[in-house]
């Protein structure tokens, strides 16, 4: 086991730059989420670091040892494929096998690590079977069998989940934190969904267009992000945005009304153009509201409510109500945003503006 | 028209045409076991009886083992094992190396490979045979075998093949330290036994049907193959039909016997076969 460090990571194929410089050091034993949207590099970072690309500049370290141009075989990276590339001619045995017969571990010690990792992942009774003959969950474990019995420094997983039902990934969801929780071993988790980011991550690195937004633990993320997008991302439904003008006074008028509201931070210069950002769960639907929007659709979760509606500017806002809601379409309803859970940030940089 | 009797009139036109087209191989077949005078005894005027081997006698099968074609099977079996068995390796590891590597001139590479399987033998079998005599090998098995070992068809085969399978498999392998030789051998090559299968009786039947190569390259006769063994049996004035039949009927035989059992292989592998996850 061992932590990792990356050094101004930068890759590109052609001309184009896929990571455009990355510094991230991970922890030993540390579980860390690369998340973003499609295209962002999060797998090709990955790929960088089990060797399966070169890297067009910078440094990778394992442990301490600079792995940069080291063969991926040596590396002591092991990786679960989002395909899990679970090799279909073999049995699971042979499957899990297969690396320690490559590089000739002794037969009674290759057995052992085998028999360990198969109870570990509850495949004992199955690794006579073919991949085809296993379930989409079974199918997962074996890939990761295949990499627990190589005994990485690092753990690399490519969206292992994201080819099984929604059900099945919570399951193996809580699995995967169990398996980190008992290995303690360093892991590196690429996904472009921001739930399992949040329900694995020891820290969540976002990447966009090949760039770091932002690193930190999920909640951190969640509660105070450093700009738009990482705002934006992080959070189901969306983080509401309202684009707003400082006022003369120091308060902020929203795009579309007539009404002002305080501003969550002071001393901004009046005619400065700001995002008002505010989370779902925050919004207060009351009669007295500052701000009004009409009711688009209402989704009835029974825990909870979540309201769409129509505000000024043609933005769409997204409220999530603890109690039942029964209103009808094309209402109009008030709103406010509380000051200290409304967050600001610059609306031509996307940066947060902080006090 | 009632259906029973449109049925009959479909069976009976399928039955005609079939006729037609098994009637060559079915008159080879007993004229082979004809004497040779009682050939086209019933033929001119035609009287079924020319249907069916009558007299029947094995002298034919006799005379052809007596006169070498023992030996002549066993050569060209030689041949074609040795070409089969070198050709899966070239050319498998040809289109493992178009399907995963990247390297300079690929594609132009490739391009060479396709058009070889487009040109007519013949015109490449003077400079073949230039190239071969100096070497030194006419008259020599190698010049039988070493030509065509490589193959424009098989490699493009494998190349396609392999192209198929998920990259993953190569990377999965590749993180568990495995190099590429033993990637090919442990995970791609089981996936493409209908693939190899194809692409070894492909190989097979080629040097099997040899006629125009074999003729040119092997001079003094030493050394012969099906095609010119059986050519041999038609000689200026005379010709033992019955004999030339027995030759052909068992020239037929041998790569049939082959291709039933596989047959399931071949169709699968040149239809390209689906990767099961």
Redesign the interface.
């Given at each position: 086991m061992s932590g990792l460090e990356l050094k101004g990571l930068r890759k590109a194929f052609g001309l184009t730059e896929i990571i455009s410089g990355v510094d991230l050091k991970i922890a030993d034993g540390e579980l860390v989420v690369f998340v973003g949207p499609s295209g962002c590099g999060k797998s090709t970072l990955l790929r960088l670091i089990a060797g399966l690309e070169n890297v067009t500049a910078g440094q990778i370290v394992i442990g301490d040892h600079d792995v940069t141009k080291v063969d991926p075989a040596k590396r002591g990276v092991a990786m679960v494929f989002q395909s899990y590339a679970l090799f279909p001619h073999m049995t699971v045995r042979q499957n899990i096998g297969f690396g320690m017969r490559v590089n000739r571990v002794p037969k009674p010690e290759a057995a052992a690590r085998l028999e360990k990792a198969a109870a570990l992942l509850q495949l004992t009774e199955l690794l006579d079977r073919r991949p085809a003959q296993l379930s989409g969950g079974q199918r997962q474990r074996v890939a990761i069998g295949r990499a627990i019995v190589r005994e990485p420094d690092v753990f690399l997983f490519d969206e292992p989940l994201s080819n099984l039902d929604a059900e099945l990934r919570v399951q193996m969801r809580g699995e995967l934190a169990a398996l980190h929780a008992r290995l303690g071993a360093t892991m590196i988790y690429v996904t472009h969904d921001q739930v399992e980011a949040m329900t694995l991550a020891d820290r969540i690195v976002v990447l966009r267009a090949g760039r770091v937004e932002q690193i930190g633990a999920p909640l951190d993320l969640y509660d105070d992000p450093d700009n738009l997008f990482v705002a934006g991302f992080l959070g189901s439904p969306r983080m509401n945005f309202l684009t707003a003008e400082v006022q003369p006074d120091g308060r902020l008028r929203p795009n579309g009304y007539a009404a002002d509201l305080p501003s969550p931070v002071g001393g901004l210069t009046p005619g400065r153009r700001v995002v008002l950002g505010c989370r779902p769960e925050n919004i207060e639907i009351t009669d007295d509201g500052a701000l009004t929007a009409s009711v688009k659709t209402v989704e009835q979760l029974g825990a909870s409510t979540f309201v769409h509606a129509d505000c000024a500017s043609s933005v769409v806002l997204a409220a999530e109500l603890r109690q039942r809601w029964s209103l009808k379409n094309q209402t109009t309803l008030r709103f406010n945003l509380p000051t200290a859970s409304t967050q600001l940030f610059d609306a031509d940089t996307g940066l947060r503006i902080r006090q | 028209m009632p259906p029973i009797l449109r049925k009959a009139l479909i069976y009976l036109a399928i039955a005609a045409v079939a006729f037609v087209f098994v009637l060559p191989l079915w008159w080879a077949i007993l004229s082979s076991f004809r004497p040779n005078e009682a050939i086209f005894r019933d033929l001119f005027p035609f009287t079924p009886r020319a249907l069916w081997p009558e007299p029947f006698t094995l002298d034919a099968y006799v005379a052809i083992f007596e006169r070498g074609f023992g030996t002549i099977i066993a050569n060209t079996l030689l041949v074609a094992g040795l070409t089969t068995a070198l050709g899966l390796i070239v050319n498998g590891l040809a289109g493992y190396a178009f399907a995963l590597f990247e390297f300079p001139g690929k594609s132009a590479v490739l391009g060479i490979v396709v058009v070889s399987f487009m040109l007519p033998f013949e015109a490449i079998a003077m400079p073949l045979y230039s190239v071969v005599s100096q070497l030194g090998w006419i008259d020599h098995v190698a010049a039988l075998v070493v030509p065509s070992v490589a193959n424009g068809l098989a490699v493009f085969l494998f190349y396609q093949f392999f192209q198929q399978v998920?990259k993953?498999?190569y990377?999965?392998?590749?993180?568990?330290?495995?190099g590429w030789l033993?990637i090919l051998w442990?995970?791609y090559v089981?996936?493409s036994l209908p693939t190899c299968i194809s692409a070894g009786l492909m190989l097979f039947i080629f040097q099997w049907e040899a006629f125009l190569w074999p003729l040119l390259a092997m001079p003094a006769q030493q050394f012969k193959v099906i095609q010119v063994g059986m050519a041999a049996f038609q000689d200026q004035y005379t010709t033992a039909w019955n004999q030339l039949f027995g030759a052909a009927v068992i020239t037929a035989l041998i790569p049939m016997l082959l291709l039933i059992p596989l047959q399931r292989y071949y169709v699968q592998g040149l239809a390209g076969s689906g990767?099961?996850?």
């Open positions: - | 998920p993953d498999y990377e999965a392998a590749r993180l568990e330290g495995a033993r442990s995970v089981p996936l990767i099961k996850g």
